[in-house]
């Protein structure tokens, strides 16, 4: 997994605690240039700020070019449940899943992922069940090798400074190229939520620069329409064990035309 960070060094420390308590093999992408290892974290300093989206494709590449069949990237600003990356690599979940996200915490974020428990993740109780949806943000997104392979990772160019709309973007190609995308309920984490961008650009800033360049390379793309392959209306939970519907739910917020993306670490 790669931890693409820019500074907010306290952050990405904290995250190390649960990564080597999960036992996982991780990646952190320097993009400042004044990461301070705590241990003996993997580190790679490109010498340049790679952005978001260009630091998750070169951790995504290193994991398969080194023969890993899955792998992520993950915001440096959220701390883990218990088993989080066992649920998202469950044999349990439809063999056709090409991109698997927990849910978590945050509701300035995609309404379709917020769980109904809004505790410590160390506290979390997993349940067997998954939702399928037509999009994610990226704040932990896993892709398996396949997946990576058929639509090439992230747009690292059309999504402007802060990479908005970028896994927006992936998820509709991974749709297209026959992937499924999925949220498991058994890995939660606590999201806290845009903390280098807001010390670097200022949170008003971020927001307003982020969404208009989403929006512009989104429509660039797709169209007026590209909204139409991203909202989430409903959603159908179903179970892990044999796939039924447990139940049928409504996006706790409205799926507005910024949401915060994956980028916003």
């Given at each position: 997994?790669?931890?693409?960070v820019?500074?907010?060094?306290?952050?990405?420390?904290?995250?190390?605690?649960?990564l080597?308590?999960?036992?996982?093999?991780?990646?952190?992408v320097?993009?400042?240039?004044?990461?301070?290892?705590?241990?003996?974290?993997?580190?790679?300093?490109?010498?340049?700020?790679?952005?978001?989206?260009?630091?998750?494709?070169?951790?995504?590449r290193?994991?398969?070019?080194?023969g890993?069949?899955?792998?992520?990237?993950?915001?440096?600003?959220?701390?883990?449940?218990?088993?989080?990356?066992?649920?998202?690599?469950?044999?349990?979940?439809?063999?056709d899943?090409?991109?698997?996200?927990?849910l978590?915490?945050?509701?300035?974020?995609?309404?379709?992922?917020?769980a109904?428990y809004?505790?410590p993740a160390?506290?979390?109780?997993?349940?067997?069940?998954?939702?399928?949806?037509?999009a994610v943000?990226g704040?932990a997104?896993?892709?398996?090798?396949d997946?990576?392979?058929a639509?090439?990772?992230?747009?690292?160019?059309?999504?402007?400074r802060?990479?908005?709309?970028?896994?927006?973007?992936?998820?509709m190609?991974?749709r297209?190229?026959?992937?499924?995308?999925?949220a498991?309920?058994?890995s939660?984490?606590?999201?806290?939520?845009?903390?280098?961008?807001d010390?670097?650009?200022?949170?008003?800033?971020?927001?307003?620069?982020?969404?208009?360049?989403?929006?512009?390379g989104?429509?660039k793309?797709y169209?007026?329409?590209?909204?139409?392959?991203?909202?989430?209306?409903?959603?159908?939970?179903r179970?892990?064990?044999?796939?039924?519907?447990?139940r049928t739910?409504t996006?706790r917020?409205?799926?507005k035309?910024?949401?915060?993306?994956?980028?916003?670490?």
């Open positions: 997994m790669t931890v693409p820019y500074g907010q060094i306290e952050y990405t420390h904290a995250l190390v605690e649960d080597e308590q999960e036992k996982a093999d991780y990646l952190i320097d993009n400042k240039g004044d990461y301070e290892p705590v241990g003996d974290e993997r580190v790679v300093t490109p010498g340049h700020n790679t952005g978001w989206a260009g630091g998750s494709n070169l951790g995504l290193t994991a398969f070019v080194e890993y069949d899955a792998a992520m990237t993950l915001n440096n600003d959220v701390r883990l449940s218990h088993g989080y990356f066992d649920g998202l690599l469950d044999d349990r979940l439809p063999s899943a090409g991109a698997v996200v927990g978590y915490d945050d509701a300035g974020a995609h309404p379709a992922l917020l109904d809004e505790g160390q506290d979390y109780t997993p349940r067997d069940a998954y939702r399928r949806l037509p943000d704040t997104l896993m892709l398996t090798r997946a990576f392979v639509t090439g990772g992230l747009d690292e160019r059309s999504f402007g802060f990479g908005w709309g970028a896994d927006l973007d992936l998820c190609r991974l297209a190229a026959g992937f499924g995308i999925y498991t309920e058994r939660f984490l606590n999201h806290f939520g845009r903390k280098t961008a010390a670097v650009a200022g949170r008003r800033r971020y927001q307003f620069f982020g969404g208009k360049e989403m929006a512009r989104l429509k793309l169209g007026n329409k590209w909204r139409n392959d991203v909202v989430t209306q409903r959603f159908e939970v179970s892990l064990d044999d796939h039924s519907v447990l739910e996006p917020m409205v799926f035309a910024d949401p915060v993306p994956a980028g916003a670490h």
